[in-house]
């Protein structure tokens, strides 16, 4: 599973397809605050990082993959 | 080059001609409904054919081409000369792109920049030219075209500030070194429908230094969120080269900006710029250790003003800024002067306009530095323009959309996007107070809601694209002069220049403007499309040309032979057989080169038969397999065209009377599949090709009794004729085995039609069959026919030829071993008995063949179907190339000779029909 939803907090695997896009949306929508954990994550469809944008998530655990990291950290640490 | 690739290049060459010849007859009748969906529909295809290889650069073009033309069609765009132009220019890009995949086989990826200027400059013509009535949606194209049209290539208005100090020193230190790209992404809303990535796209970037992924518009309240409309911008810092990182995007190059940015535009002082006048005295003292090349001091200073500022203030950073340029390029004194003079007013120095005093001190060599600093001052005359011609269309065309006097509800977009687009004119040419001024226009524009003041400033500014020619050729030819051209005292005078020159710059842009078809036409005279189309009249007309050039040559010996016997100059002999000998090599090589010329694959016929055989198989209801073999083999077109009918025919008869039925296969024990063979190879100077198949093959009985029955043979025949030579009956005219005439066959003329057709070629054809196991008939064609080597013999002191291709050998044959079987004579050749047949007899020539002094008879072995055959003759003489004429008129009946030729010495030979002869 690419994603996998706990309390507070959502983890996102591997690589994250356009398909979950909807799933995180409908999720976050319901847990304001909630905090995305990406470490295990390898790529993320921009589908995704736009919810994670417009959600405001934080993150609690950047990606291993340094460049990746590095995209992701100007979109979602200024949110 | 794959054969698919190959002909889409000269299929597209063709088309683009095309479309060039309608363009223009277009031109002359603008509205000729037929004429446009005729061009509508060339693009159409050329785009649709480029869609089948990875040539998105040509594919977007085309694509906009087509759409552009469809608007035409449908009547939503009237076609305009400049219409005309846009597309040709279009059309000109894809031919050197054809070139260039021509060569290299592929397309640079620079072309992609040019690829996304064309098409975006096209569908910005569809918007522009919108008629009204149809104008729904406008404003978006409109402003999508406008931002096309205007693209921030200029380095200084990218939005570098919004950089880390520590990134822009990093990325600064980097472009010292080495190219440095901007590089943003605007993927399209829709991408993720068309299954694109674009976030993977970008993280494939090559050497970022930096990278930037936000949104181009803030997100509402996630209710109402769609996550599957892309708003994301991606921006990256990147000191890949240019071609890498436009070979990275090149399926979407016209979401993508790429700018190259130089080192000084990363200078960018940040921070607060709380303080004031207190820094004037280090400004005044700083310039003075500038001029006076005390860099240390100048340092030191720095270094002191540093100490005592707090690090977070812009001051500090711009201090920072001074010292590492100082250390980097301590030799460029205006840079450096500019951004210590920035801190007077804590404005971030305008690297732009030291930009252009750079160019115009590279172009004016020395002198010009002080008046280009002083550029802001005489405007937009003091700099060099980036390309002339470019900027003259562009204001011209901002001028015409000014001129439009209707209202529509885009006004205001379209007005700002004119006035975007003399923003980046005039910054692009230096004038610093334009903006401002384009500004306080815009608004009153906007106000009024009339482009009126938009206009009016612009026509104010008329000297825009043509003021910079006279100011600058003097600058050239006297730089002393040059701050006078440019001075403000002067412009009047510089004014009436330019209405006495403006001829001149009418005449200049057409020269300089970067047409593509120009470097086509460049690129042609070197390289040029590799295949010709040419009419087989003017072959036709070369191959009888070289045909009679064969047989002069063969004047040459006779003409030796006479110098030496006649009048016994033997050296002259020798010459001319010498000459003869190179001529004969090089007439020899021509005449093989032409024949190359007119060589066409036998696959040219075998296409048709895969469908052929599947149709008549299913309405047959029998399974074959086809199987072809030796496709490419080649033979003149002549020959390869006269196979087509009677292959078709062969090919019925094997599945209608050869292969069997499913049940019937099983049955016999054979595969219910039948195999169909169709082969072709070349041996020696002949095409052999042999259709095969594993039906039931042909009974001799059969046929005996069906001609029987038909009248072709009589009783006599019947009870004697082989079973070999019973099988060749079915050639016969009037033969069918058919007992009721079907579509497919019954009607007795196939296999007539077959031989006659080849026979007509020179060709021959041997029928083979295995009851129950198979057929195979052999067709064999000579390769080209024009020339047919013939050997000549004597008989009764005349000359005929015999047809090289019945010749199997010579013998001299002691009259002694002539042996006499009955009436006819024989003789035995290694093992085997071989008739005989005096030639004379045969011509009803009275004399008896002649022997030669040894008492040996002179025999001709030939082929006759397949039976070896010897014709006495009197003497053999050599071997020659003629071009053989058929007999016409009163000798058409003569079928003992199958033609006459001409001979080099200027008689006549009769060629002999070998087969009727006999």
Request: aromatic letters at 4%; hydrophobic letters at 45%; one cysteine or more.
């Amino acid at each position: 599973m690419p994603m996998e939803f706990k309390k507070k907090q959502v983890f996102l695997r591997d690589i994250v397809s356009v398909d979950e896009a909807e799933a995180l949306l409908e999720w976050l929508q319901n847990k304001p605050g909630a905090r995305v954990d990406l470490s295990q994550c390898s790529h993320l469809h921009p589908a995704n990082l736009q919810v994670l944008i417009a959600a405001g998530c934080r993150v609690s655990a950047w990606p291993q993959d340094a460049s990746f990291s590095a995209w992701l950290q100007t979109a979602l640490i200024a949110a | 080059m794959n054969p698919l690739l190959e002909q889409f290049l000269s299929e597209s060459r063709d088309v683009l001609q095309g479309i060039g010849e309608e363009l223009m007859r277009l031109e002359k009748a603008p509205d000729d409904k037929a004429l446009l969906v005729s061009l509508f529909r060339m693009v159409h295809t050329l785009k649709g054919n480029s869609g089948l290889f990875d040539f998105p650069e040509m594919t977007r073009v085309l694509h906009a081409g087509e759409d552009l033309m469809d608007a035409v069609r449908n009547g939503r765009i009237a076609f305009t000369q400049e219409l005309a132009d846009q597309l040709l220019d279009a059309m000109d890009f894809v031919g050197l792109l054809c070139d260039e995949i021509e060569n290299t086989g592929r397309i640079p990826a620079l072309r992609a920049a040019d690829s996304a200027r064309l098409s975006a400059a096209l569908r910005a013509l569809i918007a522009l030219h919108a008629l009204p009535g149809a104008q729904e949606n406008c404003e978006a194209v409109f402003d999508a075209a406008a931002n096309a049209l205007s693209p921030t290539n200029y380095p200084a208005q990218l939005p570098l500030g919004e950089l880390p100090e520590a990134v822009l020193r990093e990325a600064y230190l980097c472009a010292q070194q080495g190219p440095l790209h901007w590089l943003a992404y605007q993927p399209i809303a829709e991408c993720f429908f068309q299954g694109d990535d674009p976030f993977y796209a970008a993280r494939q970037t090559p050497a970022t230094l930096w990278v930037h992924v936000g949104a181009r518009e803030a997100f509402g309240p996630l209710p109402t969120l769609d996550a599957y409309r892309c708003v994301l911008e991606f921006r990256a810092l990147s000191t890949a080269p240019l071609e890498e990182l436009l070979e990275l995007y090149r399926y979407v190059a016209d979401q993508v900006q790429i700018v190259a940015v130089p080192a000084h535009c990363l200078v960018l002082p940040q921070g607060d710029p709380n303080g004031g006048p207190v820094y004037d005295d280090f400004v005044q003292d700083a310039l003075q250790h500038l001029e006076a090349g005390r860099f240390n001091e100048l340092r030191q200073a720095a270094q002191t003003m540093l100490h005592l500022s707090s690090p977070a203030l812009w001051l500090s950073s711009a201090l920072r800024w001074l010292l590492l340029l100082l250390e980097q390029e301590p030799q460029n004194l205006p840079a450096l002067r500019l951004l210590i003079e920035s801190l007077r007013s804590l404005q971030a120095p305008d690297w732009s306009a030291l930009e252009s005093a750079q160019a115009l001190a590279n172009t004016a060599a020395a002198g010009p530095t002080e008046a280009a600093s002083d550029a802001g001052e005489s405007a937009l005359s003091g700099a060099v323009a980036p390309d002339q011609s470019a900027l003259k269309s562009l204001l011209a065309a901002q001028r015409q959309i000014l001129l439009f006097e209707d209202q529509p509800q885009w006004l205001s977009g379209r007005l700002k996007a004119v006035a975007a687009v003399l923003l980046h004119c005039c910054s692009a040419r230096g004038a610093l107070d334009a903006p401002a001024q384009i500004e306080a226009a815009l608004a009153l524009s906007l106000a009024q809601r009339s482009s009126a003041p938009l206009l009016a400033w612009l026509d104010a500014r008329d000297d825009l694209p043509v003021a910079a020619a006279p100011a600058l050729a003097p600058a050239l030819a006297v730089p002393s002069t040059a701050p006078a051209a440019v001075a403000p005292a002067t412009k009047s005078a510089a004014a009436a220049s330019v209405a006495s020159r403006n001829d001149a710059p009418e005449a200049a842009p057409a020269d300089e403007a970067p047409a593509f078809g120009r470097r086509a036409e460049d690129a042609a005279a070197s390289s040029g499309p590799k295949s010709l189309k040419v009419d087989q009249a003017k072959i036709d007309r070369l191959m009888n040309l070289i045909g009679e050039m064969v047989v002069s040559k063969n004047a040459l010996p006779y003409l030796a032979q006479r110098a030496e016997e006649q009048f016994g100059v033997r050296e002259l002999a020798r010459e001319i057989k010498a000459q003869y000998a190179v001529i004969n090599r090089i007439a020899e090589e021509m005449q093989d080169a032409i024949m190359q010329v007119r060589m066409l694959p036998v696959s040219f016929v075998f296409q048709r038969f895969p469908r052929l055989v599947r149709d008549i198989s299913r309405k047959l209801g029998k399974e074959v397999e086809l199987v072809l073999e030796g496709e490419d083999t080649e033979a003149d077109k002549n020959i390869i065209e006269s196979l087509a009918d009677p292959l078709i025919h062969i090919v019925r008869n094997s599945l209608d009377h050869g292969l069997e039925t499913p049940e019937v296969r099983r049955a016999a024990g054979k595969p219910a599949t039948g195999k169909l063979t169709i082969r072709a190879v070349q041996e020696g100077d002949r095409v052999l090709i042999d259709i095969i198949d594993d039906g039931r093959g042909i009974d001799p009985q059969i046929i005996k009794r069906k001609a029987y029955e038909k009248g072709l043979i009589d009783e006599a025949t019947l009870e004697r004729i082989s079973d070999r030579d019973a099988i060749h009956l079915v050639f016969a005219a009037g033969f069918s085995t058919a007992e009721v005439v079907s579509d497919l066959s019954g009607r007795g003329v196939g296999m007539d039609v077959v031989r006659t057709a080849v026979e007509k070629v020179n060709g021959s054809l041997a029928l083979e069959s295995v009851v129950g196991q198979g057929t195979r008939l052999r067709i064999s064609l000579p390769l080209s026919m024009a020339v047919t080597q013939v050997m000549i013999v004597e008989a009764d002191g005349q000359t005929f030829g015999v047809p090289m291709d019945h010749v199997v050998e010579t013998v001299r044959v002691p009259r002694a071993d002539i042996r006499a079987i009955k009436q006819s004579q024989t003789m035995v050749l290694r093992g085997s008995i071989v008739p005989l047949k005096a030639l004379n007899t045969l011509l009803t020539l009275a004399p008896a063949a002649r022997a030669n002094a040894d008492d040996e008879m002179a025999v001709l072995v030939v082929k006759i179907g397949g039976d070896a055959l010897g014709l006495i003759v009197d003497e053999f003489h050599e071997t020659a190339e003629i071009i053989q004429k058929p007999l016409t008129g009163v000798l058409t009946g003569l079928s003992a000779y199958s033609g006459s030729a001409l001979m080099g010495d200027g008689s006549v030979l009769m060629v002999l029909n070998v087969k009727e002869l006999v």
